[in-house]
């Protein structure tokens, strides 16, 4: 049988469709290889969501090309480009979109079995997303953590984003599915679950007529040999009370949300079409109500018309709320969003300059925060080890492949997915050193 292998570029959502496609192609007997040299074909699961996200797809398909394979791109890029996708690169054997990988193996099969294979454009003019219920994913990552994507597709307009453009409109899973694919992963030995979608926050609206995500973590909150569940991409105005308790009451919630705010200028985010009141007030009822919760966001720098002084008003805002995790983007200018063609676009330079300040003020707090739990025990869960015997780890307020890690020391053995109590001796901006207890 031939030999599939997959390159995965993108967020962890893409990460959920490249293991579904697998799924469906190991079902059919394909061998799934890691190894692109061993080979028969390749598909390329694409990223389009900013420039550089596409120009690395591109890069990797160029690479596969030139080597000589064949291959198949999928996902964002060619959702979103298709024709000149084609026409830029000839090689490609097909192309899929966001919402078509299901026709995978067809496709596959029709790549495979024809000596001069006639190009295959499989791409839905108007995506739809519905999650593939009775696929298996076969799991590229298998860990102690696992994404579950719990929705897709999204009913905002941000100015900077065209998501809504290539993954339609907002379709929710049901309860009763996402909880049967956690007690499988359970079972496979998974200890932590992350939740993802476009927007976590709003899921169940299009299928129970009101947001459920609280409801969904006292179902999970039940499975037997769960250690944590972890929200992720949460949107400011659906942080409603009911969910807020949910976080607090509930254990195997960790006290993490990770809530992308964009900015704080009132003038930007109304630019940005984003929920415009105060955030500083949202960020004090989430302390107040979630004890020991850790907050990461995420803003944009250099949006069209963004003045020093909205900058400042973002920078201030930083200083005084002093967020345990923040990534900063600076603005990419995408065809087909309401910004791209909007007046006063902000110079290169002067992005980045903003980019590296707010940065650097971000790295002083993490430190500062960082120290204060020297001298603390905190359960960590056991990620991988080093080969002199360090112990590598996660704790409840750090998510995989994005904060920081834990390292320890022990004395007794330990196995990934473990979560110990760790004494922290030491800390540095991003990460924590200790012996677990």
């Known amino acids: 049988m031939k030999k599939i292998a997959l390159i995965n570029h993108g967020c962890a959502k893409n990460l959920v469709d490249s293991e579904l496609m697998l799924g469906l192609l190991a079902e059919k007997g394909y061998e799934i290889t890691l ?7 390749i598909i390329i699961n694409t990223c389009s969501f900013i420039h550089d996200a596409e120009k690395e797809s591109v890069q990797s398909i160029l690479q596969m090309v030139e080597s000589g394979k064949k291959v198949i791109v999928t996902g964002c890029l060619p959702q979103k480009h298709k024709d000149e996708l084609k026409k830029a690169i000839p090689e490609v054997c097909a192309m899929v979109g966001t919402t078509d990988f ?21 791409i839905s003019e108007k995506p739809e997303y519905i999650y593939p219920e009775t696929i298996r994913r076969q799991q590229i990552t298998m860990g102690s953590s696992s994404y579950i994507k719990i929705a ?17 409109a907002y379709h929710s899973r049901t309860i009763e599915n996402i909880v049967e694919e956690a007690r499988e992963l359970v079972s496979k030995g998974v200890t932590e679950i992350d939740l993802i979608a476009q927007d976590t926050t709003s899921y169940g609206i299009d299928i129970y007529g009101k947001t459920s995500l609280a409801k969904l973590l006292e179902e999970l909150n039940k499975i037997e040999g769960l250690g944590w569940i972890r929200i992720m991409y949460a949107y400011p105005s659906q942080l409603n009370d009911e969910l807020i308790n949910a976080i607090a009451k509930l254990d195997k919630v960790a006290k993490y949300i990770d809530l992308p705010l964009q900015h704080y200028s009132k003038k930007i985010l109304e630019a940005m079409r984003r929920p415009v009141f105060d955030y500083k007030e949202l960020i004090n009822k989430l302390r107040d109500k979630i004890p ?9 720098v250099g949006y069209p018309g963004e003045t020093e002084e909205d900058f400042r008003e973002l920078y201030n805002f930083v200083k005084s709320a002093r967020f345990d995790r923040m990534g900063v983007f600076e603005y990419s ?14 110079p290169k330079k002067l992005k980045h300059k903003r980019y590296k300040e707010l940065m650097e003020l971000q790295q002083q707090i993490s ?8 001298g603390k025990t905190i359960p960590c869960m056991v990620e991988s080890y080093t080969d002199d015997g360090v112990i590598i780890m996660r704790s409840e307020h750090d998510a995989p492949e994005i904060d920081g890690l ?32």
């Not at 897709?152 to 339609?168: E, K």
């Open 406 to 437: 834990v390292y320890a020391k022990s004395d007794k053995p330990v196995v990934p997915g473990d979560i110990e109590d760790v004494l922290i001796d030491n800390a540095d901006e991003y990460d924590l050193f200790g012996k677990i207890v």
């Open 292 to 300: 020991g919760v850790a907050i990461r966001t995420a803003f944009i």
């Open 152 to 168: 897709d597709g999204c009913n905002y307009h941000c100015g900077y984003c065209i998501i809504p453009q290539l993954r339609g």
């Open 333 to 346: 200018r995408e065809k087909n969003t309401t910004s791209y063609s909007m007046q006063h676009q902000v």
């Open 367 to 374: 430190y500062e925060i960082n120290q204060t739990y020297i």
């Open 35 to 41: 190894d692109e040299n061993d080979a028969d074909l």
């Open 102 to 122: 299901k026709d995978i193996v067809s496709i596959v099969e029709n790549v495979l079995n024809k000596q001069n294979a006639e190009y295959i454009s499989k």
